[in-house]
């Protein structure tokens, strides 16, 4: 049994009495981190088996593929390691591929002037846009084989850039731009901020 506490928008909530639940009923709990990385701040809380952090294209630091677990069970990390070395290495063509379809897209969404004039033509030509950019984003599209497109082990491009972006972290930025998100968010809920 597994419990899986997830934190959006970069918040991080409290577990303690999850963990304490979690450790009385003998189930796992696993912190599904992809939106809260703070760079060597944060690597989880240390009562949770295993903390997970996303680097994807649809994350906010992104590095367009990637991810860092924090597992704290001796037992799973060396299963987790069996099954990751057995898996094929992602060829750096596949990577790059990915890396220039997510700038473009990326760009398209963040100019707002191209924004504006790709949103323009597209509702002219019935084109749903938001469509075109979270499926060429995700960069996956659900199927039978879903999980297998997952089972591949990072290219060396991938690691060099991720590594890249790991090193150049500016907490400041990010909670500025956490600002950001949260002020955004409460606006769409309703809230007074």
């Known amino acids: 049994?597994?419990?899986i506490v997830s934190y959006i928008y970069g918040i991080v909530y409290p577990i303690s009495e999850i963990a304490k639940l979690c450790r009385e009923r003998d189930i796992l709990l696993v912190e599904d981190a992809a939106e809260s990385y703070y760079g060597n701040t944060f690597n989880g809380n240390p009562q949770a088996t295993m903390t997970l952090f996303s680097f994807g294209s649809i994350k906010r630091y992104t590095s367009?593929?990637?991810a860092l677990a924090f597992i704290r069970d001796p037992e799973i990390y060396k299963k987790m390691v069996s099954t990751h070395d057995s898996f094929k290495?992602?060829?750096?063509?596949?990577?790059?591929k990915k890396l220039v379809r997510s700038l473009g897209i990326a760009t398209l969404l963040n100019n707002t002037k191209v924004n504006k004039s790709f949103k323009t033509a597209s509702n002219l030509v019935h084109f749903d846009y938001k469509e075109f950019a979270v499926h060429n984003l995700r960069g996956?599209?659900?199927?039978k084989d879903f999980l297998l497109k997952f089972n591949k082990q990072p290219s060396v491009a991938l690691l060099a850039f991720l590594y890249d972006r790991l090193r150049h972290f500016d907490l400041k930025e990010f909670q500025a731009n956490n600002k950001k998100v949260i002020v955004s968010v409460g606006r769409i809920?309703?809230?007074?901020e």
């Not at 290495?89 to 790059?96: G, P």
């Not at 996956?140 to 199927?143: G, H, M, T, V």
């Open 1 to 3: 049994k597994v419990l």
């Open 64 to 66: 367009f593929g990637g």
């Open 89 to 96: 290495v992602q060829s750096k063509s596949e990577f790059l």
């Open 140 to 143: 996956f599209a659900p199927s």
């Open 189 to 192: 809920v309703g809230s007074k």
